[in-house]
């Protein structure tokens, strides 16, 4: 729509809205473990530099960041929008601790197993990154300690705070396999330390992000989309815009709104079907179980399953293991022709080994 047109503001208001309920959510299922992770290599302190520009307003002018670390160093293998999110609530947590100003600084550095154990962690554990972050502000007694990770608990006055930022912290944290621990006096600021396993050879095993699962091939990447896809999705709102997504970028596409359906355009088609497109959860049959139908006369199709379910949920499906390439629901075009690309190439590398 035009820059000037009467109802370009509504909409704009329709989307602000919709992402202000679609944080609250987020905040809610990270705690309770239901976050639907997407997770590559990262460099913390590279991570952590770009994302200055976007602390700096959330603080005020009188309070100073500090970076003590340099992009280059270990890695680790996480979720990038995870991180940035904990980073976020932690530097508006040590702000409204530092009502007068202060310093806010982060440090990344690297530590052993036993570092990571004199943290509190029951038993050694392996090469870690060290993440901490340390406010010079009024600091919190024993009893707000053994608290600050309660959902819904807080020290502000009522209207002015829900208590879900420190516990949506702690709920990514764990959910990354990391440890986090706080440091804190009355007077004397506070330190909350993050551990991450660092990236040594092998990524941690997972529902893998349909992203990372081989190479892209979209028109994203300068080259036009080939390839057949057979989608299947019972709703229709979704079906609709992920076949009109996928045929503007040049794919061949075939639709569904079930697996009875699905099999029958498979049979019908004498073509390949390059890829399979399929929900999890479905009437009837589910993704699974479709994959498997589909693959007894088509060996060489690549699947992605899509689904609004939480990745935990999913795996004592029949048929749906830890290798599954997966699209978490909801998404973007971008995020969509990002997947679709990745598993065109990996199933047509696939086909010609």
Same mark, same amino acid.
């Given at each position: 729509?035009?820059?000037?047109?009467?109802?370009?503001?509504?909409?704009?208001? &329709?989307?602000?809205?919709?992402?202000?309920?679609?944080?609250?959510?987020?905040?809610?299922?990270?705690?309770?473990?239901?976050?639907?992770?997407?997770?590559?290599?990262?460099?913390? =302190?590279?991570?952590?530099? %770009?994302?200055?520009?976007?602390?700096?307003?959330?603080?005020?002018?009188?309070?100073?960041?500090?970076?003590?670390?340099?992009?280059?160093?270990?890695?680790?293998?996480?979720?990038?929008?995870?991180? %940035? @999110?904990?980073?976020?609530?932690?530097?508006?947590?040590?702000?409204?601790?530092?009502?007068?100003?202060?310093?806010? !600084?982060?440090?990344?550095? %690297?530590?052993?197993?036993?570092?990571?154990?004199?943290?509190?962690?029951?038993?050694?554990?392996?090469?870690?990154?060290?993440?901490?972050?340390?406010?010079?502000?009024?600091?919190?007694?024993?009893?707000?300690?053994?608290?600050?990770?309660?959902?819904?608990? !807080?020290?502000?006055?009522?209207?002015?705070?829900?208590?879900?930022?420190?516990?949506?912290?702690?709920?990514? &944290?764990? @959910?990354?396999?990391?440890?986090? @621990?706080?440091?804190?006096?009355?007077?004397a600021g506070s330190t909350f330390t993050i551990t991450l396993p660092r990236i040594v050879a092998e990524h941690p095993r997972s529902l893998r992000p349909a992203h990372d699962n081989g190479q892209a091939r979209s028109s994203s990447d300068g080259d036009p989309a080939v390839g057949v896809v057979l989608?299947?999705?019972?709703?229709?709102?979704?079906? %609709?815009?992920?076949?009109? &997504?996928?045929?503007?970028?040049?794919?061949?596409?075939?639709?569904?709104?079930?697996?009875?359906?699905?099999?029958?355009?498979?049979?019908?088609?004498?073509? !390949?079907?390059?890829?399979?497109? !399929?929900?999890?959860?479905?009437? =009837?049959?589910?993704?699974?179980?479709?994959?498997?139908?589909?693959?007894?006369?088509?060996?060489?199709?690549? &699947?992605?399953?899509?689904? =609004?379910?939480?990745?935990?949920?999913?795996?004592?499906?029949?048929?749906?293991?830890?290798?599954?390439?997966?699209?978490?629901?909801?998404?973007?075009?971008?995020?969509?022709?990002?997947?679709?690309?990745?598993?065109?190439?990996?199933?047509?590398?696939?086909?010609?080994?």
């Amino acid at each position: 729509m035009a820059d000037n047109d009467s109802v370009r503001h509504d909409l704009d208001q &329709v989307i602000a809205s919709a992402d202000r309920a679609r944080g609250i959510t987020n905040k809610l299922l990270a705690f309770t473990r239901h976050h639907v992770f997407a997770p590559v290599p990262v460099d913390p =302190g590279r991570l952590v530099a %770009e994302m200055l520009p976007i602390l700096r307003p959330l603080l005020s002018e009188d309070v100073t960041i500090v970076l003590d670390a340099a992009p280059g160093g270990p890695s680790v293998f996480i979720d990038p929008v995870a991180l %940035e @999110q904990i980073l976020v609530n932690l530097a508006v947590n040590a702000h409204d601790s530092m009502p007068r100003g202060g310093t806010l !600084t982060i440090a990344i550095d %690297e530590v052993d197993g036993y570092g990571r154990q004199a943290l509190g962690a029951a038993e050694p554990r392996p090469d870690s990154v060290r993440i901490r972050i340390r406010d010079t502000g009024v600091g919190m007694d024993e009893t707000t300690m053994a608290r600050v990770f309660d959902p819904f608990f !807080t020290t502000k006055d009522l209207g002015k705070g829900t208590g879900l930022g420190l516990s949506t912290v702690y709920g990514l &944290v764990t @959910q990354m396999d990391g440890d986090i @621990q706080v440091e804190s006096a009355p007077g004397a600021g506070s330190t909350f330390t993050i551990t991450l396993p660092r990236i040594v050879a092998e990524h941690p095993r997972s529902l893998r992000p349909a992203h990372d699962n081989g190479q892209a091939r979209s028109s994203s990447d300068g080259d036009p989309a080939v390839g057949v896809v057979l989608m299947v999705e019972d709703e229709e709102s979704v079906r %609709e815009f992920t076949g009109r &997504v996928l045929v503007r970028a040049g794919y061949t596409l075939a639709s569904a709104g079930n697996a009875k359906e699905a099999l029958a355009v498979a049979a019908g088609m004498a073509g !390949t079907i390059d890829l399979l497109l !399929t929900d999890v959860v479905m009437p =009837g049959m589910r993704g699974p179980a479709l994959a498997a139908r589909l693959r007894e006369s088509r060996p060489d199709i690549g &699947v992605i399953f899509m689904s =609004g379910y939480a990745p935990e949920a999913l795996p004592n499906l029949v048929g749906l293991d830890a290798e599954a390439a997966f699209l978490a629901k909801p998404f973007t075009a971008a995020a969509l022709l990002e997947a679709v690309g990745r598993g065109m190439g990996a199933a047509l590398a696939h086909r010609h080994e």
